[in-house]
């Protein structure tokens, strides 16, 4: 009875062992089946990341620069001046889809104050949805590029320190040359999103801001 416990022990321990060998084994391809596709991914973000600023660039060309409205101004010309809002809006130098925005609010003057009060918190929102829709690409690669950086420094470490163990220096530098790449485009990808994203920010809070207190003074002069 003491040898058949002591085999039934043992049988057990292997099937055990086989049991974390295979889920060992499982996890390890799916790591170095992982290795370039996250390679690719990291990539794919340095090139979304440049996109974005040339995006930036063009963006300040063809819009920001042009933005030369005086808000007080404006707003004594609307409700001062003797011609139609829709001329003081014209010449305002607001960008271009803020006088779109507001030439909206004022092609419906049957409307009552209440329905024009809301279209005007339509259009805002409407305005405010497409910056936020914006600045998200450029938050979600300031959130993917380190993590994976960090998937790209951690995977090629198991095989390093493998070739580690056995002295295989040659594929100890190359898992460690992938990692260290892999965590500096990961960062690379982050800042220049990030900074971006800033000056997206900072920028499309002026416009909102810009956009609603003359919807106020054109709410107003409806009224």
């Not at 042009?66 to 409700?79: F, T, V």
Request: charged letters at 20%; proline letters at 3%; glycine letters at 6%.
């Amino acid at each position: 009875m003491f040898f058949v416990e002591i085999a039934g022990t043992g049988i057990a321990n292997t099937e055990t062992a086989a049991s974390g060998s295979f889920l060992t084994d499982a996890m390890h391809a799916i790591s170095s089946a992982m290795k370039y596709p996250v390679i690719i991914i990291l990539m794919l973000l340095f090139a979304a990341a440049l996109v974005c600023v040339g995006w930036l660039i063009a963006e300040y060309f063809t819009e920001r620069k042009h933005l030369n409205a005086k808000l007080p101004q404006l707003i004594d010309d609307i409700r001062g001046s003797d011609d139609a809002i829709e001329e003081c809006i014209e010449r305002s130098g607001l960008l271009r889809r803020q006088k779109a925005a507001l030439f909206e609010l004022t092609m419906h003057p049957d409307l009552t104050p209440d329905m024009r009060e809301a279209l005007a918190v339509r259009l805002i929102t409407e305005e405010q949805t497409r910056y936020d829709k914006i600045v998200k690409i450029t938050d979600i690669i300031v959130k993917l590029g380190p993590v994976f950086g960090l998937l790209g420094t951690l995977i090629p470490l198991g095989p390093g320190i493998i070739a580690l163990g056995q002295g295989n220096t040659a594929l100890l530098s190359q898992s460690l040359n992938v990692a260290f790449d892999t965590t500096i485009i990961g960062l690379i990808c982050a800042a220049i999103a990030l900074v971006v994203s800033s000056i997206r920010k900072a920028w499309y809070r002026n416009y909102m801001s810009m956009l609603e207190t003359v919807m106020e003074a054109v709410l107003e002069m409806q009224k």
